[in-house]
């Protein structure tokens, strides 16, 4: 299985961004058998579980630092998860990653622990926000 993202850039304070994540593996793969979630990690900070959608188009899981900031979305048909990010602050500069783990799973335990327990990563995307 294949994870990868893109989308992450240089903004100013203020500005917006779309994080794409795909998944991909194979003729067997079916992307209703994963859970998927967008993690981020700083400079001297630990990984945290930005968010995620915790079944087909409902019950949207994000960090408090990021409500009503931030909409995750996915397309099922074309295997990808979304992160549109506004409003972006200096705060939200990171390296953001997109992780796949296979259901069912504690998705609640596993992304408010960092993801601990996610099947697969992709190399992570730099988002660097300037003041």
């Known amino acids: 299985v294949q994870v990868a993202e893109s989308g992450g850039g240089s903004v100013q304070a203020g500005g917006s961004l779309r994080l794409s994540c795909t998944a991909s593996g194979g003729a067997d793969f079916n992307f209703d058998d994963y859970f998927m979630a967008w993690f981020r990690q700083g400079l001297g900070t630990e990984r945290e579980g930005v968010a995620s959608?915790?079944?087909?188009?409902?019950?949207?899981y994000y960090v408090d630092s990021v409500k009503g900031r931030f909409t995750v979305s996915q397309d099922n048909a074309k295997n990808m998860l979304y992160l549109q990010m506004n409003g972006l602050s200096p705060e939200d500069t990171a390296m953001y990653y997109c992780?796949?783990?296979?259901?069912?799973?504690?998705?609640?335990?596993?992304?408010?622990?960092?993801?601990?327990?996610?099947?697969?990563w992709g190399k992570g995307t730099l988002v660097t926000i300037s003041s």
């Open positions: 992780a796949i783990k296979g259901v069912p799973c504690s998705r609640y335990a596993i992304i408010t622990d960092g993801g601990a327990g996610m099947d697969y």
């Open positions: 959608l915790f079944s087909g188009g409902g019950n949207e």
